[in-house]
């Protein structure tokens, strides 16, 4: 019954695993009306302007976006490149790609920071300065720009150089494009924000637009050096071509994140262990792997600590191997490289990066994933031991221990009835035949017959009836 019920218990684990993985990564629907990929028109006519939307962190696979966007545009000679930003920050490497290719376009890019409510801050200001026009929407705001080391502090002395060297890159990057760079370099040394009413007064920004069309009607007749000449805009009355982000772009974006690339990795751990304590489960080997898959690939576009990573592997290992070993000792020491290789996971000392959003997991998400993995094994471990030292019922050695009653003199050898069946019995009481009517226990098996020892203080008939 306890393997049934430890079957059961990996199969569920396989459909709950199976169940968070659809939910987790269903890619985000896109947003109403827009075309799908590059080459689609939302009028079917020529297109001059070109739309992309950048919202959420900015990582590697949003640099990509942007730059095939970017390339798109400049194949087919758009009379310019919105930019859509609504992000809270994202990685150095991530936003330097973005602005290199910003200011080597030979194609006009205007930067709008929209919704209402949309903000473009630390990393976002950044593409906001380098972006050939700088736009916002009413109720948006922009700044905050201050470095911060992902997962923890810096050292004082490595912290200033790192903020001297954002502070000069962010004001060559207002001073190319005439904007106020006492301003933004006190948005990268004090972290302040501003409205979009605030930046268009203080010259951070070069206009306020209440809608994309609101947008292009002001930009008509715009005149914009590029590092390939100059560009006066005709933007009044473009055809508009949307490019969102593919299927497999958002897939990839929305697995770059630290919660996420967590919970797939520990799961994927969960649920192959879940295979190896039954074999022939599948859903939770197959989705372990899955799992495991997708968040090896989430690792490889975050800054991981793989010291973190080696600990919540070694936590893994000591799980397995405390099955073999009475008590749980190793799932405690399990426990404790567990908890801290989650919290160092995402914690490489000493890596800069302009971004607000901190790269950590989350300690509530730690402890509910603790608790889980906890509570996993010592189900599984308690069965499985259980299973273990369960006794043997069927076959010859289930009969052992076993009591039943001498039907004839065994001296020493007669007939006993055991679980309603007659055998042949030979005793091995040292005291002496073992008389008609008594309770006998089965001590060996030899082929057919039972080696038995009476035992006392028994009521024979009840034991009798009971077999």
């Not at 949309?118 to 380098?130: E, P």
């Not at 043997?392 to 009835?417: C, W, Y």
Request: charged share 20%; hydrophobic share 50%; glycine share 10%.
């Amino acid at each position: 019954m306890r393997g049934r019920e430890l079957r059961t218990y990996c199969r569920l684990v396989g459909l709950l695993m199976a169940a968070l993985l659809g939910v987790i990564l269903a890619p985000a629907p896109a947003p109403a009306g827009a075309a799908q990929g590059l080459g689609a028109d939302t009028e079917g006519g020529e297109v001059e302007v070109v739309v992309l939307a950048a919202q959420g962190v900015i990582d590697p696979v949003m640099a990509r976006f942007i730059e095939r966007g970017l390339a798109q545009a400049e194949r087919e000679g758009a009379e310019c490149l919105v930019l859509q930003l609504d992000t809270p920050g994202g990685l150095d490497s991530a936003m330097r790609k973005i602005v290199k290719r910003i200011m080597s376009s030979p194609v006009p890019v205007v930067v709008y920071v929209a919704p209402a409510g949309a903000r473009a801050a630390s990393a976002g200001l950044f593409i906001t300065m380098a972006a050939h026009i700088a736009a916002m929407a009413p109720a948006t705001d922009i700044g905050a720009a201050h470095p911060v080391a992902i997962g923890g502090e810096l050292p004082e002395e490595l912290k200033a150089k790192v903020v001297n060297e954002a502070a000069a890159y962010i004001r060559t990057l207002a001073e190319e494009r005439g904007r106020n760079a006492e301003w933004a370099e006190e948005a990268v040394r004090k972290s302040v924000s501003l409205t979009a009413g605030e930046a268009l007064e203080q010259n951070v920004i070069d206009l306020v637009a209440d809608s994309l069309e609101d947008l292009l009607r002001k930009l008509d007749g715009w005149e914009v050096e590029t590092a390939w000449g100059r560009v006066v805009l005709e933007t009044a009355g473009a055809e508009v071509r949307r490019i969102e982000m593919s299927l497999p772009e958002r897939f990839i974006h929305r697995l770059i994140d630290p919660n996420i690339a967590y919970v797939l990795l520990n799961l994927g751990l969960l649920g192959i262990i879940a295979e190896f304590y039954h074999p022939g489960a599948i859903l939770p080997g197959l989705s372990g792997v899955i799992m495991l898959i997708l968040g090896f690939v989430a690792l490889g576009s975050l800054p991981v600590n793989w010291g973190g990573l080696a600990l919540l592997i070694l936590a893994i290992i000591l799980f397995l191997l405390d099955i073999k070993v009475t008590g749980f000792i190793l799932s405690v020491f399990g426990g404790i490289a567990f908890v801290l290789g989650s919290l160092l996971l995402f914690r490489p000392f000493g890596v800069p990066a302009p971004a607000l959003p901190r790269l950590a997991v989350s300690p509530w998400l730690i402890a509910g994933m603790t608790a889980m993995i906890a509570s996993f094994f010592v189900f599984v471990v308690t069965k499985v031991v259980q299973t273990q030292r369960e006794r043997v019922t069927s076959g010859a050695a289930g009969l052992i221990g076993q009591r039943g009653v001498a039907l004839t003199e065994l001296a020493p050898r007669g007939l006993v009835r055991l679980r309603g069946e007659e055998w042949t019995a030979e005793a091995l009481d040292p005291e002496g035949p073992i008389p008609q009517g008594s309770a006998v226990e089965v001590v060996e098996v030899k082929g057919v017959t039972l080696k038995v020892r009476r035992v006392v203080d028994v009521d024979v008939e009840s034991d009798s009836t009971d077999s």
